[in-house]
Structures are given as structure tokens and as C-alpha cells.
């Protein structure tokens, strides 16, 4: 993160999931010409499901568009404490993954 520049801001693209216990799944819709061929030829689901861990679980849920990393950080390192070290490098590199995905983006 570059030092003026405000912290950015993530938020769920359009992504399915439910919070069960506090344990998030994603529903993730297989969609394509090649997903297709292979719901078709392989027998893979038209929709797969994601479970996240305790960490990954409690992250999503606080991802709203408005949160911002540090906000969400100063959250995880409230409720997992030294669980969660190192902190931010760990945050960055989890929500870098989800974005590689697709699953969110950033303001």
C-alpha cells in the first residue's frame, strides 16, 4: 500500500453464500462452454461450494464495501489475536486470492 493513498475498500462481487455458525460458504455457479462440456461429459455440478476456515469465514463477513483492510485487520487481530500473525501480510494475501477469483474486488 502506498503511503497517501487511502485504504482500499473490498467488496463481494455478485457471489452467492450463506453463514451457517459463523462457518461462510460460497456458491460458486460453473458457467462456460468448457464448464459445460464437462457438467456434461464429466458429471461436475453446476454449482460448486466453498467452505471457508474460522479466519476466511469471519473475513468474508466483514467484507461490505465500505470496511476498509486496516478496519478489517484491527477486527481479526481483535477476535484471533496472535492466531492471526502476521496480521496484514496474511489479510493482503487472502484478499489478493479471493480477488484472483473473482470473488471481490476493491474501491
Not at 469471519?58 to 500473525?85: C, L, P, Q, S, Y
Amino acid at each position: 500500500m502506498k503511503e497517501n493513498s487511502p485504504p482500499k475498500k473490498p467488496f463481494i462481487k455478485n457471489i452467492s453464500w450463506t453463514n451457517e455458525q459463523g462457518k461462510v460458504t460460497l456458491q460458486i455457479e460453473n458457467k462456460g462452454i468448457f464448464n459445460f462440456l464437462a457438467q456434461k461429459l464429466l458429471k461436475k455440478p453446476k454449482i460448486s461450494y466453498i467452505h471457508l476456515d474460522d479466519f476466511g469465514s469471519f473475513v468474508w463477513t466483514k467484507i461490505d464495501g465500505e470496511t476498509d483492510i486496516v478496519a478489517i485487520g484491527k477486527e481479526v487481530e481483535a477476535k484471533f489475536g496472535e492466531k492471526a500473525n502476521p496480521l496484514y501480510e496474511r489479510l493482503s494475501q487472502y484478499l489478493k486470492t479471493l480477488k484472483s477469483y473473482g470473488f471481490i474486488d476493491f474501491k
